[in-house]
């Protein structure tokens, strides 16, 4: 069995939910072969799935919104790069289709969420899976025009799956297609190594996590220095924060992997980010932004499930962060943290029924 999972590059946050699904399909079904389709670089995926045997394609398989920063959208951009990959698809789709029947193997199509995945699986005759909190149908739909029409086409798309696998914080997704809700969509965190815990225990000031995603957000370095009664973790980057509260992560380490040791997280509203805090009860410290879709469902969750601050893109740049300020408690109840292990197993489900035929499967594609 082939899972071949064609993953947005949008952002690593698709990458980072789809790699803890098929680590799980890997622990539930080690002989399966598994595809992971992405222009993500290689090493960013191989640092988050961390196993061997994994078939990287480099494709890209949609556009998502091309963006002027973690913040801001770019939508004339996102016309253009769209257009642009409309006249590369068809033969990416012949070269793909053509590499998953040189396998030999029954496929299942897994996707997050690129709507050309429906035609791959169309001409493979194989049943398709999508995992989402969204579609690229109601992140277009708002900005009008030929956006709104694209989001249209993507909707068509959508409603060709077999099964929705619909994560938390989610839109309407309204495709007409059996689904099934899962809990937050994410890996564990790994032990790190020996001299960096060390380093990191014997941080006396609160730790808070800083990061905005793959491409990031420019912080005046001197903000740190106005909470000289907390230490801060950064992603890697081009240089060191002359900073003496700041501590800059090594390569290959995921935000993740320190959560257990932070007391909150600073950055902008993220599935991924979200999902990963609250498995590990991080307090959230999010930045507003206000020109994409997700958003309000991100945040609806967050003031439901998480302990939280909201901050203004002002106060933000201003270095009024409140990390001195109680958290807001959540207004319900944390969700559970099983979400990639429930989509992995529906996936498998799902293709033992369509390929092996299994009538003990309680499957509900």
């Known amino acids: 069995m082939l899972i071949y999972l064609c ?14 699904v098929l680590q799980w399909i890997r622990n539930l079904r080690p002989h399966w072969r598994l595809a992971f389709s992405s222009v993500v670089q290689d090493s960013v995926l191989r640092c988050l799935l961390a196993m061997d045997g994994v078939a990287m394609r480099r494709c890209r398989w949609d556009v998502g919104m091309v963006q002027r920063d973690a913040l801001a959208s770019d939508p004339l951009g996102t016309v253009e790069a769209i257009e642009a990959l409309e006249k590369q698809l068809p033969s990416q789709l012949d070269q793909e289709a053509s590499w998953i029947k040189d396998q030999g193997e029954p496929v299942l199509v897994l996707a997050d969420i690129p709507p050309a995945a429906a035609e791959l699986a169309m001409r493979l005759d ?14 277009y739909a708002p900005f ?19 099964l929705l696998l619909r994560c938390p914080f989610d839109l309407s997704m309204s495709w007409g297609l059996p689904e099934v809700s899962l809990g937050l969509v994410c890996a564990s965190p790994r032990a790190l190594p020996q001299g960096l815990q060390d380093r990191i225990t014997a941080i006396e000031q609160p730790l808070v996590m800083v990061g ?19 230490h801060f973790l950064l992603a890697p980057s081009g240089s060191d924060p002359p900073c003496s509260n700041v501590t800059v992560l090594p390569a290959g380490i995921r935000p993740l992997d320190v959560f257990p040791y ?8 993220g599935f991924s980010t979200f999902c990963e805090a609250m498995s590990q009860r991080v307090g959230l410290h999010v930045v507003e932004r206000s020109d ?12 439901r499930h998480a302990d939280h601050r909201m901050l203004s893109k002002q106060a933000f740049a201003a270095g009024d962060w409140l990390l001195d300020q109680p958290l807001q ?24 029924r369509r390929w092996e035929v299994d009538p003990g499967s309680d499957l509900i594609c």
């Open 7 to 20: 993953s947005s590059s949008h952002g690593f946050g698709h990458a980072a939910r789809d790699a803890a």
């Open 144 to 162: 009008g025009g030929v956006l709104k029409r694209k989001g249209e086409q993507a909707k068509q798309a959508y409603q060709r799956g077999d």
């Open 262 to 269: 932070c007391q909150r997280h600073l950055g902008k509203p």
């Open 212 to 230: 905005f995603g793959g491409l990031g957000l420019s912080i005046d370095h001197g903000l740190f220095l106005r909470w000289p009664r907390h």
């Open 329 to 352: 408690a959540a207004t319900g109840s944390p969700l559970p943290a099983n979400g990639a292990l429930q989509a992995a197993e529906q996936i498998v489900l799902c293709a033992e």
């Open 292 to 303: 994409f879709a997700e958003v309000s469902a991100l945040l609806s969750g967050l003031r």
């Open 126 to 139: 194989a049943p398709l899976v999508w995992l989402s909190n969204f579609g690229w149908d109601e992140i």
